[in-house]
């Protein structure tokens, strides 16, 4: 009798714990669980914006027209594209290495160099990997420079704090107005392509003898001179149509018709790859020969100007001061 009384009062025992224990889990199930997610519940993401990588967690920010942005910043050990993957173990697209050189080749008085040490701080939009504010500190020079991208006259176009244009405008160059560049690679080096638009013409800035006239299935009309009293050799290419009447080894007068854009280019923009070599065959920026002049945001413009300024530095800071945490 005593041993079946023993047995029920175990099993009871048993069974109480049993529920005890489950509705202790119950009740503590928000504590414990809140813990397995990135964000409490009295944290938002812009409080704590932060991509769900274990190890490398990346920090987000938002535009000045409130596109999601994400944060680089990293020191140049070898290539851009080498530096990134060292430091968050992520491999950055072509299209983001060459924005970041087209931003610093301006920094840098036309040339593209990047020295050991150097340090670039940016954020770029998720849609598109296009570069919304970029910072650089040139390490030989000691210098730092900053640019975010703003809309003049209805383009967007890199503009720095103090109101100038990042591009300068070419005033004794081939093509009309002041296009925008981008890059393409030849040889090892980067030219610049001037996004002319469709069927612009191109003439000549200076006197100049002919060297060769041809048309290429990759680049389209190609036409090479020397500027006759530069004796420096320019290259035209990407050209849709060209002056039937150009003949070689002839001399040209300054304004002479050369031809006009339109032929497809990488990326899919119409324009005209212009770029200058010296003696050597080295490439010589057009913008570091040509005459150059800056062009500035409209002054009706200069308050939401110093807005974007300061919108941006202090996403600049919350970057720096997330990756501290985790760098």
Known sequence: MMNKVLAVAFIFSLMLNIYLYRKGDENNLDEEGSSRYVYAENITSIDNAITPHI?????????ITGE?????????RGTIISSVKNKYDI?????????????????????LAFNEGDRVSLFYRLSDQKIVYLRFENSRRRSVHETFLFNVKGEEKYVTSDGAV???????????????IRFSSKQGSLIPVFETGQYSEATLPFMAKITSVSNNSLTGGTIELTYSNHLVRAV?????????????????????YLGRSGYPLPGGRKGIVYYLRR?????????????????????????NLNIASNFYVRWLQNGIDFERLYY
Request: hydrophobic share 30%; aromatic share 16%.
């Open 236 to 256: 035209f290419e990407g050209l849709s149509e060209i002056n039937t009447g150009l003949q070689k080894d002839r001399i040209y007068k300054q304004g002479a």
């Open 68 to 76: 999601i942005t994400e944060f680089l910043d990293f020191n140049l």
């Open 91 to 111: 491999d950055v697209s072509t299209d983001l290495v060459r924005n970041i050189q087209e931003i610093v080749y301006f920094f840098n008085d036309f040339r």
């Open 55 to 63: 190890y490398f967690p990346r920090y987000r920010g938002y535009s």
């Open 279 to 303: 003696r050597d065959n080295s490439v010589m920026s057009p913008f570091s020969f040509h005459h150059t002049e800056k062009s500035y945001v409209p002054e009706n413009r200069l308050d």
């Open 166 to 180: 990042l591009q300068p405008c070419i005033t004794n160059g081939p093509f009309k107005a002041c296009p925008q």
